[in-house]
Antibody, heavy 121, light 106 residues
Framework: QVQLVESGGGVVQPGRSLRLSCVAS????????MHWVRQSPGKGLEWVAV????????FYADSVKGRFTISRDSAKNTLDLHMSSLRAEDTAIYYC??????????????WGPGSLVTVSS | DIQMTQSPSSLSASIGDRVIITCRAS??????LAWYQQKPGKAPKLLLF???RLQSGVPSRFSGGGSGTDYTLTITSLQPEDFATYSC?????????FGQGTKVEI
């Protein structure tokens, strides 16, 4: 069965960096676009970034553009999110999610359990 | 960006009730709409896509409808395990955007 497991969350000071990772299993990783979606405490869901299956495109939400970088390793079936210049408003649970298609312009068919990132001094 | 507005933001219901949640888009999204269920401390779970198509394994008491800018999620005969927060998401345009969620409480 499809499994997505995030890791790397924790408490980090404002302005510092953190890397999240997501290990995928149970499906052909190279065939699907992969996303990061976040949820601030008590708030709604916010799409963060996408990496298309063929590596041709990556897109970011305006709120993280220039600070976050999404990457994927097809040999290891992993999706990463490198977050830099972190702000208090980046505090959230970060979910790794699989698109239903190869291009990342659809809905999220599977989700990981999430990883909590807290930005605080 | 396409804005998604859900109503109500929360509702109280009883076991066996019929519940309707609405989602309005800021522009026509051509039925490119998904619904998710989220329980406390858990990840969202896909319920429906294409506005009305039930994801595999989701009980048939969940149904969706609508077109253009206005969509609904209906739960017929609410069950104890249905108490959760429900969110809509459009995938007509990028960035992909969500509604703010509707909490269904006892």
């Amino acid at each position: 069965q499809v499994q997505l497991v995030e890791s790397g969350g924790g408490v980090v000071q404002p302005g510092r960096s953190l890397r999240l990772s997501c290990v995928a299993s149970g499906f052909a990783f190279n065939s699907y676009a992969m996303h990061w979606v976040r949820q601030s405490p008590g708030k709604g869901l916010e799409w963060v970034a996408v990496f298309y299956s063929d590596g041709s495109k990556k897109f970011y939400a305006d709120s993280v553009k220039g600070r976050f970088t999404i990457s994927r390793d097809s040999a290891k079936n992993t999706l990463d999110l490198h977050m830099s210049s972190l702000r208090a408003e980046d505090t959230a649970i970060y979910y790794c999610a699989r698109d239903m298609a190869a291009i990342g312009e659809s809905y999220f068919e599977f989700w990981g359990p999430g990883s909590l990132v807290t930005v605080s001094s | 960006d396409i804005q998604m507005t859900q109503s109500p933001s929360s509702l109280s219901a009883s076991i066996g009730d019929r519940v309707i949640i609405t989602c309005r888009a800021s522009q026509d999204i051509g039925e490119s709409l998904a619904w998710y269920q989220q329980k406390p401390g858990k990840a969202p779970k896909l319920l429906l896509f294409g506005a009305s198509r039930l994801q595999s394994g989701v009980p048939s008491r969940f149904s969706g409808g609508g077109s253009g800018t206005d969509y609904t999620l209906t739960i017929t005969s609410l069950q104890p395990e249905d108490f959760a927060t429900y969110s809509c998401q459009q995938y007509y345009g990028t960035p992909l955007t969500f509604g703010q969620g509707t909490k269904v409480e006892i």
